[in-house]
């Protein structure tokens, strides 16, 4: 199987194709054959392999992909999140392999859904690594090699993005063709008003011959904003909200969790709706389908960092065809395994640009035996002097995530104060911009003053050490920094130095003389102007 030689995969015992694959073999004995014997030979060769092949292609699965726009770990009843309820999550879980260790290409949605589509890291994309930027067209996405293979592709909601795919020499989204023309009533403003499901119906409807498909549901829930209160007009209590401990306790921050709770729940309504329209079409059992998000959640200190929060996502996996249900996984997974995963389903050779390797034979019952997962970020927003990025490398690997900020003098969630359209100085701590406007947000910054809510705004926007460790499961919401640990020397030295070989070994730019290329690829979406950043955030 193409994957990474990374010198932390110890072995694989899954296979580059499934069983069964069809391979045309003609055993002629041939001695001399007349123009036209051959040409009668060869004809009657084509139309059997036409027809095997697409025989072939009609019993090969289904793929969906169910990916929520901004959703952390461990966010769905599945896990024990008590605040939301997520039964079509969960049926997709007990249905086949809910994953504990899944990351995340990157903290942002264009870098990390390129990842996903490519099966490569986000610093082997170029422009398609960072956010908002184009998406060079020599990077295979998957739902195109599937398309090329006879699958009916496409996708509703949000697709890769935000970007300009054009830019970078492609006809349409990589996720494929847009079906978005049906829509519903929002049932809250934050909300979109596409109806997910519905254009999943029109899609099917739509598909030629009974092909096979491959359909990407891209919901733009929970992306902010939220309609104020909307989970406690819901029913929610603020007793349910699970506030992570790099956040305040506090009643605006329980409130603004259950909107973000009531959000996912309807991009979970939306998924039961999808897989009752398979169960009825009996397409279910031979569907292979992936829950998943493309980074965490749109909070202080979650979203746009490599911590917990930003890059470790929840994952359920089913192919009741194929997969045995009821399966629980601690193995360490990436959004780079998902293209290939997608491929061997389908029998497709996995492409050689892909760094993945293929989910199929750990959900058959084989070990995943992989020494680290890595993510990584380059410029999200338009959030600092000279639109400059904040470059990250994150590693997790065993109890211990290590990350690396390249750049430490920067400010990881925006300069503190921005220009005004006149030119003139924003206001003080205006200019967080890595972080998207909240409730949550407002609360820091208005209480940065208080003597119990006052620290909670230095740990999401101040500046970081170069290095930065943490054990994830002691303390999963990266509070306690063990960079310095006598007691971790090892364990520090040892991931160090397997980061720097496996960046350097898959050519990060960082790694390498040309790690400010980063800053020249365009941005797409709105540029904002800063002043010089200040060296201390402002009172």
């Known amino acids: 199987m193409p994957h990474q030689n990374d010198g932390v995969f110890h072995k694989s015992s899954v296979k580059t194709s499934l069983s069964g694959d069809t391979q045309l073999r003609c055993p002629l004995k041939t001695k001399v054959f007349t123009m036209k ?35 952390s770990f461990p966010h769905a009843s599945a896990y024990g999140c008590k605040g939301v309820s997520t039964p079509s999550f969960d049926e ?8 504990h260790n899944a990351y995340a290409g990157s903290p942002g949605c264009s870098p990390s859904r390129a990842s996903l589509l490519t099966g490569r890291y986000p610093w082997q994309l170029e422009q398609a690594g960072t956010h908002a ?26 697709p890769w993005g935000p970007g300009n795919f054009k830019a970078g020499g492609r006809k349409e989204n990589p996720a494929g063709p847009a079906f978005n023309s049906k829509t519903e ?19 099917l409807d739509k598909r030629p011959d009974d092909r096979p498909f491959c359909f990407w549901y891209g919901a733009h829930e929970p992306h902010r904003g939220f309609e104020s209160r909307s989970g406690l007009k819901s029913g929610k209590s603020l007793d349910d909200a699970d506030v992570p401990a790099f956040l305040p306790d506090h009643p605006v921050v329980q409130s ?15 998924l039961g709706r999808i897989i009752k ?4 079409a009996g397409e279910f059992e031979n569907t292979l389908i992936v829950v998943t998000s493309d980074n965490g959640m749109a909070f202080p200190r979650a979203k746009a960092n490599c911590f917990e929060y930003g890059i470790h996502v929840p994952m359920a ?89 390249f750049k430490p003098d920067r400010w990881p969630a925006g300069d503190p104060v921005k220009l005004n359209a006149d030119g003139t100085l924003g206001p003080a701590h205006g200019g967080y911009h890595d972080i998207d406007a909240c409730p949550s947000l407002t609360f820091l910054i208005d209480s940065r003053h208080d003597r119990k809510w006052g620290p909670y705004l230095n740990w999401s926007v101040d500046k970081r050490g170069e290095w930065q460790l ?54 797409y979406s709105q540029i904002r102007k800063f002043p010089m950043p200040p060296t201390q955030i402002p009172e």
């Open 37 to 71: 014997s051959m040409l009668l030979v060869l004809l009657g060769l084509l139309a059997f392999a036409q027809s095997e092949s697409m025989a072939d292609v009609n019993e090969r699965p289904n793929i969906v992909l169910a990916i929520s726009d901004d959703q």
């Open 133 to 158: 930027s184009s998406f060079p067209s020599k990077y295979a996405a998957y739902p195109k090699i599937l398309k090329q293979a006879g699958y009916w592709v496409g996708y509703t909601g949000k």
């Open 92 to 99: 997709i879980a007990a249905a086949g392999v809910l994953f």
């Open 317 to 405: 996996i089913s192919w009741p065809s194929a997969v045995q249900p009821k399966q629980q996984s601690e193995a360490l997974v990436s959004f780079v395994d998902l293209a290939p995963t997608f491929l061997q389903a389908a029998g497709v050779d996995i492409h050689p640009q892909m760094a993945g390797v293929s989910l199929i034979g750990h959900m058959q019952g084989a070990s995943l035996e992989r020494g680290a997962v890595y993510s990584s970020r380059e410029r999200h927003s338009s959030s600092r002097y000279m639109n400059w990025t904040y470059p990250q490398r994150a590693m997790r690997s065993g109890a211990y995530l290590l990350i690396h900020n």
């Open 277 to 280: 329209i398979l169960k009825d």
């Open 470 to 523: 943490f054990d994830v499961e002691e303390d999963p919401e990266c509070m306690r920094e063990l960079i310095k640990s006598p007691r971790v020397k090892r364990i520090r030295e040892q991931m160090m130095a397997q980061m720097n070989e496996f960046l350097t070994s898959t050519g990060d730019p960082r790694m390498h003389e040309n790690g400010d290329v980063w800053e020249s690829y365009i941005r």
């Open 256 to 270: 603004d969790m259950l909107d973000y709770y009531r959000e996912i729940e309807h991009f979970d309504l939306h």
């Open 185 to 203: 009533k929002s049932p809250f403003s934050g909300i979109s008003n596409k109806d997910y499901s519905g254009n999943f119906q029109d899609f």
